[in-house]
């Protein structure tokens, strides 16, 4: 079945005035469109949109043993009519791709679960979501996005940031790290986790790809003390 797909999917994917993985023309793409309007665009972007859902389905499909025949025809028209139907609310036009990649992981376990509870899914079906020849939002570029709000922090907050969002250090460690009294470093943390929540790349992360993050993101005390 995926050859068959592969064969006419490329095929499909050869109208394209780029290839399917080139996310900086896609974005391109989509933030002239989101401004213009105009039907050429929109028909590319349908297009790539097509080839991105159904090459999305069928690798997360390859992982599942439990797939049932028609599940490759089901989800992958859920989820490119999720795509399209979904474009016009776009909020960063120039993020396009990373939207389509989040609205693709959402939707596919959500069409699963309705099939299957996550008890019954296969941890390849839930755990790996990047396509070896497509870039999607995974864990690399959440990491990238929370390097980057570290890197937004005051400097006096930047060092525990560092330490405790990206290289999970607790309390004790950070203070013996930086020689601040650990009451410091718990402050210290309360204002990071409190400035994290008003990032607008974290918030986007919140909102579309995570959205119990908030609830990790909890300061360990309260917020009253931030600059």
């Known amino acids: ?28 793409v989509f933030f002239r469109w989101h401004s213009e309007r105009e039907e050429a665009d929109l028909r590319t972007l349908e297009i790539w949109s097509y080839c991105r859902t159904q090459l999305y389905v069928l690798n997360k499909l390859s992982r599942d043993s ?20 979904g474009m016009e609310s776009v909020r960063e036009p120039a993020r396009f791709v990373n939207w389509v990649n989040v609205v693709s992981r ?17 941890e390849d079906v839930l755990a790996g979501d990047a396509p070896p020849t497509l870039i999607d939002m995974d864990r690399a570029e959440v ?3 929370i390097q980057r709000a570290v890197g937004r922090l005051p400097p006096s907050l930047t060092a525990v940031g560092k ?65």
């Open 1 to 28: 079945m995926r050859m068959h797909y592969m064969k006419r999917l490329n095929e499909l994917a050869g109208r394209l005035p780029f290839h399917v993985d080139d996310s900086d023309s896609v974005n391109e």
């Open 66 to 85: 439990q797939a049932a025949p028609n599940d490759f025809d089901l989800l992958s028209s859920a989820l490119f009519t999720k795509i399209r139907m």
């Open 106 to 122: 959402n939707t596919y376990l959500n069409e699963r679960r309705k099939v299957r509870p996550q008890s019954e899914l296969n």
């Open 143 to 145: 990491i990238r996005v």
């Open 163 to 227: 330490m405790k969002l990206l290289e999970s250090k607790n309390f004790k460690q950070i203070a013996e790290t930086t020689g601040l009294p650990l009451a410091t470093v718990r402050t210290y943390t309360t204002k990071i986790y409190a400035r994290l929540r008003r990032d607008p790349e974290i918030l986007e992360i919140a909102r579309d790809v995570f959205p119990d993050l908030f609830g990790r993101l909890k300061a360990p005390d309260d917020d009253s003390q931030e600059e």
